[in-house]
């Protein structure tokens, strides 16, 4: 960063050049090409900066940008406007119209290339390091500064602290400078400018003799700071490894009073390990270089850094750095800062001691088994030590063993090797920290000026800024999060500003608070339970680690804080977590985190140090608790001070204390930036730039910014350079503010793009460039507007000048003509010689004239010289040509006749010349309209040409439509057999619906039995309230009879009134009594709110219940939920089956096509489908009638019941209520009757007292009987509350057997539960059982099917084979003709044989896969009973559920596993309708194949050579593979080379079109051009058309000749056609059933191992269900434990009524004593009343919410009991539906069994095909026998070979992929050969329709090309006519 320029002997130099933008810098910026709309940024991906480039062209949101001569793509998001040059190194970037990332960049670029590294952008100042001095620190640089405001000179780190200054000094406030940067961009060098600014001008002058100034101390702590505080680092030689927040202090003028300091986060890291490249701090380094002469020997060093570990890791010489001047400078600014010699050396001391510890770590040995930690040399211990004032031994004795308390008494614990050396570094690190810390309080001691006073201060922050490493650990997070306070406090502190601002202006503005953005990620860290409190606690846990520190981040934040993520694997894979921060996302890895979290020290060796003799190192340790042997005596409540406290919760302290303060201050912002990793001057690096400007906020506060208006100008500045926009507007306007607003209205831009003020006016960001375009058209058009004028000012000029040239021509040939004449005249000779002569004897007049003449011309003498130039000019070239005139008239033999004729031939000449421009004007003029029929043919031609265009498109519009209308008519096609599928859908649905109304009916009736069930129920229910009511009456007698004993009390009451008269005279000692008993009423008042606190405790409770009723609610309506999804899969299920069976009657019809029993089927079905149409219908009628009369009876039943169980629940709310105004009167009661009987003792002991006085009393009788009077009234009071109190007892004894009665019914439902669950577990036990039986029996049938499978495949297998040998056959007679059908024949009979024997093998399967079917029916009827047993047993666990109330959690995981199952049948379920469509895929291409196969056979005459290589790739394997794909090459070679010639002639046509359209303008430039591509283009089409025409001709001949040569063979062929074709079909037909059978086969394995599946699913879940029931067991104990709680305080509750009853008795005796005293308390009882009533007003607003939440959780009970009706009845359907499935499924197996029957009549019908063939095969029945032997033996290899099915299987599959692959080949093939066909054909008509084009547009371009030398011809001759015009 800049330093200072070391001061020569001269002045200080001039800093203008690195601080102005000079004006070279600014032209050359103006010339800098810029296109206003253009000019773009565009992002350059190599160094992650901008290049400028121009606009191309826009397509869409794509932007072609033209960037060096490159063209390049862009999306329009990544493209940015660029500034109007004169922007260009603005001093404020806030200033800049276009507010983009790439301006931002290049503004700082630019600005740093002519070295100015300051720039401001908006509040901040951003200072980019220059890596060499500029002289602008000087005192010459300060005088600039000093008093001026920010707009008034250059951006610099002194117009900060100016501005600091100065606020502080005007408003009073204080100040802070906020100084923030990457480690390297010069954070420290602005920090000591800005300190050393304030020091120079703020100086207070004042020093004592002997001791530095205050301004010395603050600029000498420095050096301190730094050699201990700072390091070398990759990026930095001397990085600070710490932040500083240094407050400058100053009196009231202004004066430095004092300054002081907080440091954050030293890097203790570092102490122990640096990197390679790095260094640990300058201390070490500066002791080590003898700039102290005794250091070394007091500190015990040796001579060599390299002797001590700790500190020579890394680098040990810095280039930049001297240590020993560095040295100097610190032991000097110790003295200044006056420390004195002992904590000098005490801190040289410890800095060595921690160097020492290094190499102590070297020396643990393990020794002994435990490898127990020892020292084997001492030498490095002692100095240790002695450094640290202890005992060595005990040091060693504890570092291997430390000491620890276990209970009361003290332990020592071993320590191996490395935990001892962990030790020994945690101690060093916590020395060199604490050293570090002391020093700088010792510094903070000596900068406050205590004879000062301070009133202000102005705070300067040094801390890192926002970091992004590959590793990020604690000190990255740390840091981060400071900076996520900052960033925060900055936007909230600028906004603020511009918002003040916008309101001082006066515009409409909304205040908006940006500092909340921050917010979520700053509640991340702090919230309770967030990053901050969960690593507190981690690190306070013993056991805790990474693993465990980082699960509970994730339980507890992950995806409830948006800002924290999971890490990226990039670019540390070892990352943990990920924190969303302003600046980026950055990923953090947390090892070792606890550890320097809890920062552990020996708490044995501080104790030592502590009691040691370094009294520096004491006083480190101070606040350290050390390890007392005994615990202090004052530390029962007071904590550790120091050791208990993590580092973390330090600095969290630390860092609100520096918000508090920096919250308190004005705020003024410095960014400094690295511009480079090189550390070269004026070199950038773009990606690194802009990522300090993304982290340290630079474009978080430009975006703001943008939010706003941050362009802003002043009227005069705005009117000075806008007043051209609109100059009469502006003339006219009466204010700078109404000049402006007009100006805008010309422009036209919208009022939401700008706004008025005050004084200024304010922009969007982008407006201001936008008015600077405007602003450059208008002086754009000015400027054409002059240049029109001049240029028609220059063009008069000119053509006055030629005209005088004229003129003067004819002059110069009259005089030439009279010269000649006159030459040979006497006379004129004469008097030339008399002439001269007559002048004398005028001389005087021609004297006086030419004396006016000189007077004249000296007047105009400036003009006559000018004329005389011209005159000159002219004569010279005049003389010229005389001279070129004599020289002709010479060379001609001169002679006056001669002249004579010239001068009569010139006239003629002049004449001819006159006609020649008369008739060259006439030509031009015909000239003229020739061009005009030129242009006119042009346009013509042009039209043409869009004709041409317009037809093209149009062909090629109705070729498009054409192919649309035959995608139309395919899809008209698929549509008709769409609607014929769908047609039968509709008659499977028909039947559907009739099932499923059968379903619903049964449904229906079990509906009306359910609510038959709850109607029985609920008449119940009212017999008990009926009882309950009757109960009530009774207690209701009970409580009449009790109030008659109270009014006999009251009775007796009244005779004990009368004796308390005799107490009257003692009522002035009463009153100091009621005092006490005030005192007491209110020791009762707080025992009642302890009440109120229970009453609350019961709300809350009853909260609870309401909640977990709420939950079974939810859990209820989950398993209603599961079953609907159940419904929703049987209904799938059945869609399946449906869509089964709809497969299998397809089948069926194909099957049964050929046969006439099909035929009757097919009546028989459609008689049955009539039948059951009309079935349904007639159902469906019934049903929906009885389903309405149920509808109907239901709902009045439950409408009957809703009111009944409203108006009972009224009643008991009203009961409650009742119940708690008796309780709340019961309970003052109590209380009064308390105070009457504490009375009533007293006033017995007065009574003894005042019996001697009684004849005093008769004075006071008067007074008595007022008493009297108010006693009269206060028992009327009693007797009203007695009565109310009376009432209330009754009410809760009622509610107290109301309650017996509850509790009774809830232990026999607890007993039924119990019961029913024992039962159920029974029937599970059973179920388990008979479960397992029927698995094994279904896995014995599976694998009997799956042998059953694998035969019918090797049967498949071998009737493939044959297959593939008639093939072979055929192939052979096709290719070798006549001479080979004997041979062929045979082979046929040989393969009609071989087909036999197949279909015979075909039966056989067929019966065995009867068998496996009719096994796999009868293990799907046992299925289908497991599943109703399954049903019933799920009926009764639902049931049981719905009666126990604890199984709300075992249906939560029920729901879950049931999705699971639910999300697996869906699976299958795809996956099963993907094979099934599959299939119909692979039969309708099998269909399409053998359609294809007889089309080609047709088509033999044509592709004769394409058939031979199929035959000879089917007959001979693999070579006709090579040969098709030869063919296919060759055939796309071909097509390419056409499609290349099509788009060379077309781009050739587009071209020679765009020439003619340009022929108008540059015919004679570019007719050669355009004769030489013509004669290219004319050329390669010709080759193209030629090479196309010669390989038409040889494919035509080959045709032609394969033609010829099948003739013959194609004759013969046609006679075995139809038997060939027949055998077939036959075989087609067997391979297509048995496909089918094998595809139904593997499909009816699927659903059976998924039913299978689910019936595991179902045993699984129901062995949960079971212990979940053992689970609802014992809480069904707990609620019963409770109900015994519930009645002891029942119990106790009757034995409080008992008492209060008696207390009550009592009270009614004391009344009568307590009257005279309430009389004459009645004033302060109302004050009590009114408190006791406010309280009593809480208790009821509890009592109700109470009430309300027992209303809830009856209302939850009802809901429950409902829903549970509602999943009984899911339950019903879901059986209902199983049922219609097992329907489905026997028809299902009907329908195989006629398919069955189908296939064994359709191979029938092949058999009698077959018989026609059996004449034949006679020849080849020796040969049949050696087969059939051969497969016999196959057979028994085959029953022998049982145990490789698996491999057979698989070489069955791999030959049926073979199968399919070929057959697959040939397909494409043929189809690759029509699309070859077609497209040559198109291709053909393309070339034609396109040469047909090209030659027209050749014709009109040859008649143009004529006409252009037609009319250039014209225009030649009318040129040179023109120019002998001239001449």
Request: proline share 2%; charged share 35%.
């Amino acid at each position: 960063m800049p330093g200072h320029i070391k001061k020569t002997s001269g002045p200080d130099p001039d800093p203008s050049p690195w601080l102005i933008v000079s004006d070279e810098i600014k032209e050359k910026n103006k010339k800098k090409p810029y296109d206003v709309k253009k000019s773009v940024w565009v992002p350059n991906k190599a160094d992650g900066g901008y290049l400028e480039g121009l606009i191309d062209s826009k397509e869409g949101n794509k932007v072609k940008v033209n960037v060096d001569g490159e063209v390049k793509v862009y999306k329009e998001e990544q493209v940015s406007q660029v500034n109007p040059p004169k922007f260009d190194c603005s001093n404020d970037m806030a200033d800049l119209t276009y507010l983009g990332d790439a301006c931002v960049l290049w503004n700082s670029t630019i600005r740093y290339v002519n070295q100015l590294i300051y720039t401001y952008s908006g509040l901040f100042c951003i200072a980019i390091n220059p890596y060499k001095r500029f002289p602008i620190y000087t005192l010459r640089t300060m005088e600039l500064y000093i008093g001026k405001r920010r707009n008034e000179c250059p951006p610099h780190i002194f117009a900060i602290a100016e501005g600091a200054y100065q606020g502080m000094m005007n408003t009073g406030n204080n100040q802070s400078i906020l100084i923030t940067g990457e480690s390297g961009a010069g954070k420290t060098e602005n920090t000591k400018k800005v300190i050393s600014y304030f020091a120079t001008i703020c100086s207070s002058g004042k020093r004592k003799e002997g001791e530095a100034s205050l301004e010395d101390k603050i600029v000498q702590t420095n050096p301190v700071l730094e050699a201990w505080g700072n390091a070398k680092t990759v990026r930095n030689d001397n990085s600070s490894r710490f932040g500083k927040f240094i407050r400058i202090h100053f009196n009231a003028s202004g004066k430095l009073s004092g300054a002081d300091m907080v440091v954050y986060l030293l890097e203790k890291s570092r102490l122990t390990y640096q990197q390679p490249l790095e260094r640990c701090y300058h201390a070490f380094y500066n002791m080590m270089s003898d700039a102290v002469p005794d250091l070394k020997a007091k500190c015990l060093l040796s001579d060599e850094i390299l002797d001590y570990w700790y500190v020579s890791q890394g680098k040990l010489t810095v280039p930049s750095i001297d240590d020993k001047e560095d040295m100097q400078f610190a032991d000097e600014a110790f003295d200044v800062l006056g420390f004195t010699e002992d904590e000098k050396y005490g801190v040289y001391k410890n800095t060595a001691c921690m160097m020492h510890m290094g190499n102590m770590t070297k020396d643990f040995v393990p020794v002994g088994k435990e490898e127990q930690a020892e020292i084997k040399n001492e030498n490095n211990a002692i100095k240790v030590a002695e450094l640290m004032g202890i005992d060595c031994e005990w040091m060693i004795c504890y570092f291997c063993k430390p000491k620890l308390k276990v209970g009361t008494e003290w332990v020592q614990k071993g320590s191996t090797c490395s935990a001892a050396a962990n030790s020994v570094a945690g101690i060093a690190r916590a020395i060199y920290e604490r050293t570090f810390r002391i020093v700088v309080e010792k510094c903070n001691e000596s900068l406050i000026d205590k004879t000062m006073k301070k009133v202000h201060y102005i705070g300067v922050l040094d801390i890192a800024g926002f970091e992004i490493f590959d590793y990020n650990g604690f000190e990255q997070i740390c840091i981060n999060y400071v900076n996520e306070k900052l960033q925060q406090f900055f936007n909230q502190h600028m906004f603020t500003l511009e918002q003040e601002e916008y309101v001082r202006e006066g515009l409409d503005w909304a205040n908006v608070d940006f500092g909340m953005d921050l917010q979520p990620c700053i509640n991340m860290f702090e919230k309770p339970m967030a990053f901050l409190a969960i690593f507190e606690e981690e690190s306070l846990f013993p056991k805790a680690t990474d693993q465990t520190f980082k699960q509970k981040l994730d339980d507890n934040m992950l995806g409830k804080f948006p800002n924290f993520a999971k890490p990226n694997p990039r670019p540390d894979p070892d990352a943990h977590f990920a924190i969303i921060h302003y600046a980026a996302t950055v990923s953090y890895n947390l090892t070792g985190w606890l550890e320097k979290n809890k920062d552990p020290l020996n708490d044995t060796i501080v104790e030592m140090i502590k009691n040691g003799g370094n009294s520096l190192m004491i006083q480190c340790f101070a606040d350290h608790p050390g390890q007392p042997l005994e615990n202090p005596k004052d530390d029962g409540g007071r904590k550790k001070k120091g050791g208990g406290k993590t580092v973390s919760s330090y600095f969290k302290g630390q860092l609100d204390d520096l918000m508090t303060t920096l919250y308190k201050t004005e705020p003024h912002f410095i960014r400094c930036v690295v511009p480079n990793t090189h550390k070269i001057p004026g070199g950038v690096e773009p990606g690194l730039v802009m990522h300090q400007y993304q982290c340290n906020g630079v474009l978080a506060g430009i975006a703001i910014c943008r939010k706003g208006f941050p362009n802003k100008m002043l009227y005069p500045e705005f009117k000075a350079r806008y007043n051209i926009l609109a100059a009469k507007a502006v003339a006219k306007a009466k204010s700078d503010k109404s000049a402006a607003g007009a100006v805008m209205d010309v422009v036209k831009l919208d009022k939401e793009k700008f706004r008025l003020g005050h004084t200024k006016v304010f922009f969007r960001a982008g407006i201001l460039g936008f008015m600077e375009e405007v602003r450059e058209d208008r002086i754009g058009e000015v400027l054409a507007w002059l240049q029109a004028g001049a240029r028609g000012k220059s063009s008069r000029m000119q053509f006055k000048k030629l005209q005088d040239q004229k003129l003067a021509l004819y002059c110069c040939q009259r005089t030439i003509r009279n010269y000649y004449i006159g030459k040979t005249w006497l006379w004129w000779q004469i008097w030339l010689a008399i002439k001269p002569n007559l002048k004398c004897t005028q001389f005087s007049k021609y004297k006086a004239e030419y004396e006016q003449k000189i007077e004249v011309a000296e007047a105009n003498i400036d003009k006559a010289i000018a004329e005389c130039d011209a005159v000159v000019a002219v004569h010279d070239r005049l003389l010229n040509e005389k001279n070129e005139l004599t020289l002709a008239l010479n060379s001609g033999g001169s002679a006056v006749q001669d002249l004579i004729d010239k001068t009569n031939r010139m006239e003629e000449a002049k004449n001819d010349v006159q006609r020649q421009v008369d008739a060259t004007n006439k030509r031009i003029a015909a000239e003229e309209d020739n061009i005009a029929q030129i242009e006119q043919s042009g346009a013509k031609v042009v039209s043409d040409a869009n004709r041409l265009r317009d037809t093209i498109r149009d062909l090629e519009n109705t070729i498009e439509r054409t192919e649309e209308d035959k995608a139309s008519k395919d899809n008209q096609i698929r549509t008709l057999k769409d609607e014929i599928c769908h047609q039968e859908e509709l008659i499977q649905k028909l039947q559907k619906e009739k099932r499923s109304g059968g379903d619903t009916k049964q449904k229906t009736e079990e509906d009306i039995q359910a609510t038959e069930d709850k109607c029985n129920h609920l008449n119940k229910v009212k017999g008990k309230l009926e009882q309950s009511l009757d109960e009530c009456e009774d207690a209701l007698e009970r409580e009449k009879k009790v109030k008659g004993d109270v009014e006999k009390m009251k009775r007796k009451v009244e005779g004990d009134l009368k004796l308390t008269q005799e107490a009257v005279s003692d009522l002035e000692r009463t009153i100091a009594e009621l005092k006490g008993s005030l005192q007491r009423k209110e020791k009762e008042a707080s025992s009642l709110t302890a009440k109120i606190e229970d009453e609350g405790t019961l709300g809350n409770k009853y909260g609870k219940q309401v909640k977990e009723l709420q939950s079974r609610i939810d859990e209820l309506d989950e398993e209603i939920h599961l079953e609907r999804s159940a419904r929703a899969k049987a209904e799938k299920s059945r869609s399946i089956l449906s869509r089964d069976l709809e497969d299998i009657g397809n089948r069926l019809a194909e099957a049964g096509s050929h046969t006439s029993t099909q035929i009757e089927l097919n009546k028989r079905r459609e008689a049955e489908l009539n039948k059951l149409k009309a079935d349904l219908e007639e159902s469906n009628i019934a049903h929906e009638g009885t389903l309405a009369a149920l509808r109907q009876k239901h709902n009045n039943s439950m409408s009957d019941l809703g009111e009944q169980i409203d108006s009972i629940n009224k009643n008991k709310a009203k009961s409650e209520k009742d119940k708690a105004g008796m309780e709340r009167d019961l309970q003052e009661c109590r209380a009064a009757l308390e105070e009457t009987m504490r009375d009533r003792s007293n006033i017995e002991k007065n009574c003894k007292m005042t019996q001697a006085s009684i004849a005093e009393a008769n004075a006071k009788l008067d007074e008595i009987a007022r008493a009297l009077n108010e006693a009269d009234s206060t028992k009327k009071k009693l007797t009203v509350e007695s009565q109310d109190l009376s009432r209330q007892i009754e009410e809760t004894e009622n509610a107290l057997s109301n309650l017996n009665k509850n509790k009774v019914s809830l232990m026999t439902r607890l007993e039924d539960t119990k019961r029913l669950a024992e039962g159920e577990a029974r029937d599970r036990a059973a179920l388990l059982t008979k479960y397992k039986h029927l698995c094994s029996t279904a896995e014995n049938l599976k694998m009997k099917i799956d042998e059953e499978a694998e035969k019918k495949n090797d049967y498949l297998r071998g009737v493939s084979k044959a297959q593939a040998e008639i093939q072979l056959w055929k192939s052979k007679y096709e290719t070798e003709g006549l001479g080979r059908i004997d041979e062929l024949e045979s082979a046929r009979n040989k393969l009609i044989s071989r087909v036999g024997e197949s279909e015979e093998h075909i039966e056989s399967l067929q019966t065995k896969i009867a068998a496996a079917e009719k096994s796999k029916h009868r293990l799907e009827c046992e299925l289908e009973e497991m599943a109703m047993e399954y049903e019933r047993t799920h009926a009764a666990a639902v049931i049981t559920e719905k009666r126990t109330a604890n199984f709300e959690k075992v249906l939560g995981e029920w729901k879950t596993k049931a999705d699971d199952m639910h999300a697996e049948l869906e699976a299958s379920q795809s996956e099963a309708r993907n094979l099934n469509a599959e299939g119909f895929r692979l039969k309708a291409a099998l269909e399409e194949s053998t359609e294809q196969l007889d089309v080609v056979r047709r088509e033999n005459k044509n592709l004769a050579d394409e058939i031979k290589d199929l035959l000879d790739q089917l007959g001979d394997g693999g070579r006709s593979i090579h040969d098709l794909d030869k063919q296919r090459r060759r055939l796309e070679v071909e097509k390419e080379e056409l499609q290349a010639a099509l788009e060379e002639a077309e781009g050739a046509l587009e071209t020679e079109e765009n020439k003619v359209l340009r022929a108008q303008l540059e015919l004679g430039q570019v007719r050669q051009e355009i004769d030489r591509r013509m004669a290219e283009k004319e050329e390669e089409f010709n080759n193209t058309r030629k090479n196309h025409a010669r390989a038409m001709d040889s494919m035509q001949a080959s045709l032609e000749a394969e033609q010829r040569s099948k003739a013959e063979a194609l004759r013969i062929k046609k006679k075995l056609e139809g038997e060939i074709n027949e055998l077939e079909i036959a075989l087609d037909h067997a391979n297509k059933a048995n496909s089918e059978a094998q595809k139904s086969i593997k499909r009816y394995q699927t659903q059976v191992r998924e039913q299978e599946c689910a019936y595991e699913e179902a045993s699984r879940a129901r062995q949960e269900m079971t212990e979940r029931a053992s689970l609802a067991d014992r809480r069904a104990q707990a609620l019963a434990g409770e109900m015994e709680e519930a009645r002891a305080l029942l119990d106790s509750a009757e034995r409080g009524k008992r008492q209060t009853e008696a207390e009550l008795g009592e009270a009614r005796s004391a009344v009568n004593d307590m009257s005279a005293i309430n009389s004459r308390a009645a004033g302060e009882k109302r004050t009590m009343e009114g408190n006791v009533h406010t309280m009593q007003a809480e208790i009821d607003d509890v009592l109700a919410q109470a009430k309300n939440s027992e209303e809830k959780a009856k209302k939850a009970m009802v809901d429950a009991a409902r829903l549970a009706d509602e999943l009984r009845a899911e339950q019903d359907h879901v059986m209902s539906e199983s049922n219609a499935k097992r329907g489905l499924e026997t028809q299902l197996g009907e329908i195989e069994q006629r398919l069955a029957e189908a296939n064994e009549m359709a191979v029938r019908g092949g058999r009698m095909a077959m018989a026609k063939l059996e004449n034949r095969i006679r020849e080849l029945e020796c040969e049949l026998g050696s087969v059939q032997a051969r497969s016999g033996e196959n057979m028994k290899s085959y029953q022998k070979a049982e145990r490789k099915v698996k491999e057979i299987a698989f070489t069955n599959e791999e030959d049926k992929k073979n199968n399919e692959r070929m057959t697959d080949l040939a397909q494409k093939l043929q189809q690759k050969i029509k699309t070859y066909k077609k497209q040559i054909e198109e291709a053909e008509e393309i070339a034609a329709l396109n040469l047909a084009k090209y030659r027209k547009a050749q014709q009109e371009l040859e008649e143009a090309e004529e006409r252009s030398r037609l009319a250039e011809g014209q225009l030649s001759t009318t040129r040179t006519a023109r120019a002998g015009s001239f001449f």
